[in-house]
């Protein structure tokens, strides 16, 4: 046992075999956390763990558990025992997200459920387990929006989804004020990841073009701003929508991704 063993931090990660997730994992170890991560698809989880060589010299630990943050009794239970062995509950992170393609004409019920059940309905359930355990540490939660809560033309479903991610976490920031626990979302602009994987070079190089700096995010910019989120030097924000690689009102202003590169409407956007 290291002798910083009996402070370690400890978060809790969901969706975070892959991509966003992932990067927020190993960032989090890197600096000493004891990370748990809860993520559905055992392939990603047997790849992820893995891990590239490097993530042996962490000074924190990253283990994975299978769990579909669909099965709501299910997440708040192992948030809530997670988080119980941990020496200092810092963190509740939840990435698990879904953006299947949606034909407004023809999308039904089970379609329209299972969006909401994964990106609305899991990560508020994860909150549930962990709020007691961050409320006696001061530690705190952040959730992840997307620009398409702004509207979303090619997908309103996720849209509406991550709008009421947006919702939930504001109201959550409020309600938690007086325990000390923070609750913020970050919105990743375009983020080089799983949800991005297959778009075409033009929609790519378009997306780059709308991105601050001229590029789109990689997962370690958006795991950046979530750890500042989750740091000390954020000590005092709460209720905050941050921005990362996209400025907010960039889908507005420009319009829609497919029609500037001349796509049909139903290939992706973020
Ligand atoms: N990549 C982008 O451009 C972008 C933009 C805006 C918002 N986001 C949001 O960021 C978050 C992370 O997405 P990403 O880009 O890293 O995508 P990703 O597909 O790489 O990661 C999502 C992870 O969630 C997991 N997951 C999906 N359904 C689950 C379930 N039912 N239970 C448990 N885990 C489940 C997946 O297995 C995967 O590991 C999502 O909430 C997404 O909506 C991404």
């Known amino acids: 046992m290291r002798s910083d063993d009996s402070v370690r931090p400890g978060a809790v990660v969901t969706g975070g075999a892959s991509g ?3 990067a927020v994992a190993r960032r989090l170890a890197a600096t000493g956390h004891e990370v748990l991560v809860l993520d559905a698809d055992t392939d990603a989880i047997a790849a992820a763990s893995g891990g590239p060589p490097e993530d042996s010299a962490a000074p924190g630990t ?3 558990r299978e769990v579909d943050v669909r099965d709501s009794r299910r997440v708040r239970a192992v948030v809530d025992e997670a988080m119980s062995g941990m020496t200092r509950p810092h963190l509740l992170c939840a990435c698990a997200g879904i953006k ?39 530690g ?11 509207g979303d033309h090619e997908n309103p479903l996720y849209g509406a989804s991550k709008a009421a991610v947006i919702g939930l976490a504001r109201s959550l920031a409020a309600a938690a004020v007086d325990t000390g626990v923070r609750v913020n979302v970050v919105v990743p602009g375009f983020t080089r990841t799983g949800m991005t994987r297959g778009m075409s070079p033009e929609r790519l190089a378009a997306a780059a073009r709308r ?10 910019d958006v795991a950046a701003a979530i750890a500042w989120l989750a740091g000390e030097e954020a000590a005092t924000v709460s209720g905050a929508v941050l921005h990362v690689g996209t400025a907010a009102g960039i889908p507005a202003r420009f319009g829609p991704l497919a029609s500037a590169v001349g796509e049909s409407p139903d290939a992706y956007s973020a």
């Open 20 to 22: 966003i997730g992932l």
């Open 140 to 150: 705190s939660v952040v959730l992840l929006g997307s620009a398409s809560a702004h």
């Open 62 to 64: 990253v283990s994975f």
């Open 100 to 138: 299947p393609p949606v034909d407004i004409a023809t999308l039904d019920e089970a379609g329209w459920d299972v969006v909401f059940d994964v990106n609305v309905r899991g990560a508020f359930f994860a909150v549930q387990g962990a709020l007691p355990h961050l409320s006696a540490t001061g």
């Open 211 to 220: 991105g601050v700096g001229g590029r789109v995010n990689e997962p370690e």
